[in-house]
């Protein structure tokens, strides 16, 4: 896989998962003593924005080899994904836009871009994924895979399970918000899908997470960790993804 790709996946890698059926109503007034009713409570508190714009730095670290960038990203609620990121000095490298069934990349200073089916993504993280995922790990709403959970309570709320398919799955929850904080995947010993999401900060009503880290070892392994400077909530932005006629498709 080569940098370019690597990158690009970073920035939509979410684990496959179908969410949890949604409960129509859940118990807000006592704490929650069953996974179910954990799960009622995640769903019951997650709310997200209409607009959201993130902007700060990502750290990249593959096989001993760190890369540190600038990311600017802006996100229509399921509609699109848009992203610019940037070299140290301020120089943008990339360009990319996500829709519900489509992907747009530009490498910028080789004059490329790629224009893909969302199944791009699944044919490179060799698993389902969607837009609506990615957008879930963005506001800190990440999808909770289908299992039969077990629950416990110590500092932090979690859920546990064991599934013949999916393997070893636990999520542990903050007991003040009620937000998924770590989700942990384990196929194997040695293949696993990590993420972290951390120092959530309230704009305009909502709960975004300024920290997000994604630990991947599967045939590529790569740490990478999202820092954001800048969260603003419910304001229209402006996303420009023109491709010029110079630009040579890469297939």
């Known amino acids: 896989m080569n940098k370019q790709t690597l990158i690009l996946i970073l920035y939509f890698f979410f684990i496959a998962a179908c969410s949890v059926k949604k409960n129509t109503t859940a118990n807000i007034t006592t704490p929650p003593k069953s996974a179910k009713a954990l799960i ?65 990349f530009m490498n910028i200073p080789k004059s490329t871009f790629i224009k893909q089916p969302i199944s791009y993504l699944h044919e490179q993280l060799k698993t389902e994924i969607n837009f609506f995922q ?7 709403t990440p999808s909770i895979l289908k299992a039969k959970y077990s629950f416990s309570e110590e500092e932090k709320y979690a859920i546990f399970a064991k599934d013949k398919k999916i393997g070893e799955i636990t999520y542990f929850v903050e007991k003040d918000n009620f937000r998924i904080i770590k989700g942990e995947y384990f196929k194997t010993k040695n293949e696993y ?43 229209v932005l402006k996303m420009v993804f023109s491709i010029p006629k110079n630009y040579v498709e890469i297939k």
């Open 40 to 104: 009622s409570r995640i769903e019951a508190n997650n709310k997200s924005p209409e607009w959201l714009s993130l902007k700060g730095k990502i750290s990249l670290d593959k096989d001993g080899q760190e890369i540190n960038f600038s990311t600017n990203i802006r996100i229509r609620k399921d509609s699109i994904i848009w992203m610019s990121i940037r070299a140290p000095f301020g120089i943008e490298l990339f360009r990319a836009l996500l829709t519900p069934d489509s992907i747009f």
């Open 134 to 140: 990615i957008q879930q790990m963005f506001f800190g």
């Open 193 to 235: 899908f990590k993420f972290n999401l951390s120092d959530y900060t309230t704009n305009n009503g909502f709960l975004i997470p300024k920290s997000l880290m994604l630990d991947v070892r599967v045939s590529d392994n790569f740490l990478a960790e999202l820092n954001y400077s800048k969260i603003t909530a419910n304001k």
